[in-house]
């Protein structure tokens, strides 16, 4: 579903600018890296034997695919398709690192959203199950049925802003917003 409204543009511009946070947070943890040549264009975080390793685990197997099933149902084109599954897959397995990484308060509050998501999001549609039990068009409804209800849209709103920072760290989902990972200087 393509949103032309001002609200949209606020919320890709809100988006694009926790991105470059969160890189930049990043780029603190990890070890120095030389200066990129600024012809080439740079990749999304590697995955390297330098990188540091999570001291627990991300998601469990349920919890990939409830938050794969939200990522369906955040970024469809159409409102009927999902998006690439490389693309999806990397968005989950980073997703599970980035979670991975945190203390376990903020991972407890993180699944505790993503779960209510999961399970509210189709009792508001009417209908029973989990939100990747649903079509994705119903996920999108069920979607949208949260981001309404006062109570649901919370924990939306919370999980959205961690699955955000993540989704547009993929070179291609950053390229579509206008984002080119690089540092603006003056």
Known sequence: MIRTTRAALVERRSIAIAVRLHSALVSLDAAPAPTPDPSHAPLARPRSASAIPAERPGLSARDRDNARALAEALWTRDGTSAPPSERLTWFVDDLGDFIGHLNTRARLL????????????????????????????????????????????????????????????????AREIGWDQRCKRS
């Open 110 to 173: 993180f699944l505790a959203c993503l779960t209510t998501i999961t399970w509210a999001g189709p009792l508001l549609i009417g209908r029973l199950g989990r939100l990747r039990s649903l079509s994705i068009a119903d996920r999108v409804r069920a979607v949208h049925a949260v981001e309404k209800n006062p109570v649901a849209s919370l924990a939306l709103f919370a999980a959205k802003a961690i699955v955000s920072i993540v989704w547009y760290e993929h070179p291609d989902n």
